[in-house]
């Protein structure tokens, strides 16, 4: 794996030219440019306000503000997952006639569709803090565990795209299966929601390391508190595990990719 690692080095402007190649694509043309790249998120925040006003009719009790505030700071890095998983599952069949032709590190096309995504997350993550900026929303010292938890979430989702892009190769339902997966996983993700609210199935909803994350992103933005310890660590070893293993699988696989396609 550290072999792989060096050669992906060598090939990093190759990584750099199919992002920046992607971005183009998805905005070159369109009457609204880069407002793409916040499309989504908002799209999610919209959604999830509407649950939570839905919520607070049912209940009886109204809206605070942090919690509009935590559907925002929880619907971007979401949006963000969501969006890398569909595009990545089908990066190496999408390039197959790239993959069967010369040889280069077949990790840079999951990896360039999580870069993208990464590169709206920034976009639109950006207006967030233009947003919290504005709304007086307090921010102390617990902000400093943010990059930690980015960079935990990002390699989730790095490695869960290289595995079900490997994976697509070989079992063409599987892009079906996490279609169906990505629509449906955010009702049983503390997106629109937090897991306090369900006290009995608080646990339960946590084992998701998504929601972990997403939890934890919550806490240092919103509530101005450390993340969990426990929490933190099982999210850092389902992270870790999953960029380290889906690598290890993908290398594995990857000289009977050509076969496959």
């Known amino acids: 794996m550290i072999g792989a690692a060096k050669e992906l080095i060598q090939y990093k402007h190759l990584l750099f030219t199919l992002t920046w190649r992607e971005i183009r694509i998805r905005y070159k043309e369109t009457v609204m440019g880069f407002l793409w790249a916040i499309f989504m998120p908002v799209l999610v925040v919209v959604s999830g306000l509407v649950v939570r006003k839905a919520f607070s009719v049912v209940s009886g009790k109204p809206i605070e503000y942090t919690e509009l505030i935590s559907v925002v700071v929880k619907s971007l890095p979401w949006a963000f997952f969501a969006g890398s998983i569909r595009t990545a599952t089908n ?62 979430l990002i390699l989730l989702t790095a490695g869960w795209a290289l595995f079900l892009s490997c994976a697509t190769l070989f079992f063409r339902d599987v892009k079906y299966i996490v279609e ?82």
């Open 180 to 261: 169906i997966v990505m629509t449906f996983g955010i009702l049983f993700t503390p997106v629109f929601y937090d897991v306090s609210m369900f006290a009995e199935w608080r646990y339960v909803l946590l084992l998701n390391p998504v929601g972990t994350l997403l939890e934890a992103i919550n806490d240092v933005v919103v509530l101005n508190r450390a993340p969990d310890p426990f929490w933190l660590l099982y999210a850092a070893i389902w992270a870790l595990g999953s960029f380290l293993g889906a690598w290890l699988i993908f290398e594995k696989a990857e000289p009977v990719f050509a076969e496959s396609i």
């Open 91 to 152: 990066s190496l069949l999408t390039n197959s006639n790239l993959v069967t032709k010369i040889y280069f590190p077949r990790e840079v096309f999951p990896f360039s569709s999580v870069l993208t995504h990464l590169f709206d997350f920034a976009v639109a993550g950006s207006l967030l803090v233009i947003l919290i900026a504005f709304s007086g929303l307090s921010v102390g010292v617990q902000i400093l565990w943010l990059p930690l938890l980015l960079l935990l």
